[in-house]
């Protein structure tokens, strides 16, 4: 899958748990740059991930997507673990 | 023993509920009133909590969960709730069964396998459902 379809299909999921606009998502949006975005909402994020694009995320790399663009590079390096 | 949940080949029994707090002995005196007794506290650096148990009868348990730090996960939860239940645990019989069917199921695995120090190093991995919230898995006494 394409990076820029990956990274608006997340976009899309944010905005709508994040309760904000898809256009006041930047590219560099960061956890710690979002109040909305704490440990329950990261939690729904990865769930809704999850069933968006049909991954199974480790603990670890949980962890990890603490940013939009962390989400999207750890996301595609599953996608083509599944499909390489 | 309670009665487990059996799903497919995986047995669920509550072990105990987990209720997040500020003070771990005001906390345990309120449960006093209710005839709770409390075990010492048990400080687990791995999960970032102090934790006092407690029981009564032969009734699932309490466990009392006071972060220790602000990074520590359970910080976050009472800066946005205040005290209250935080998640339910359930003992199984075969832990990675138990995650693998949980899995498939919707559930997110938030956690990697650890030992438990309240629970005499037996195996725990909490999970998180977007329905039911967050769940501790406990692997049973052998």
């Known amino acids: 899958m394409e990076d820029s379809i990956v990274r608006e299909k997340v976009k899309r999921i944010m905005a709508r748990l994040f309760k904000i606009d898809i256009a006041d998502i930047p590219d560099e949006m960061a956890q710690e740059n979002l109040k909305q975005w704490d440990s329950l909402m990261h939690l729904n994020l990865v769930v809704e991930i999850e069933r968006e694009f049909k991954v199974s995320l480790e603990p670890g790399q949980i962890g990890r997507m603490t940013s939009l663009q962390a989400v999207c590079r750890i996301l595609q390096n599953e996608l083509q673990d599944r499909n390489p | ?142």
Not at chain 2, 16 to 43: E, N
Not at chain 2, 94 to 113: K, P
């Open chain 2, 1 to 142: 023993m309670e009665t487990p949940c059996i799903s497919g080949s995986a047995r669920f029994t509550i072990h105990h509920t987990a209720i997040a707090v500020t003070d771990l002995a005001a906390s345990a005196q309120a449960y006093g009133i209710l005839g709770f007794q409390s075990s010492g506290k048990v400080v687990d650096p791995v999960q970032k909590v102090e934790v006092v148990l407690l029981r009564c009868g032969n009734e699932p348990g309490i466990e009392l969960v006071k972060p220790i730090g602000e990074d520590s996960p359970v910080s976050g939860f009472l800066s946005r709730n205040g005290p209250g239940p935080y998640h339910i645990c359930y003992e199984v019989d075969d832990l990675d069964s138990a995650i693998t069917l949980l899995r498939r199921n919707g559930f997110v695995q938030v956690s990697d396998l650890c030992p438990a120090q309240a629970f005499d190093g037996r195996r725990i991995c909490f999970l998180f459902n977007r329905d039911m919230g967050l769940v501790e898995l406990l692997e049973m006494k052998t």
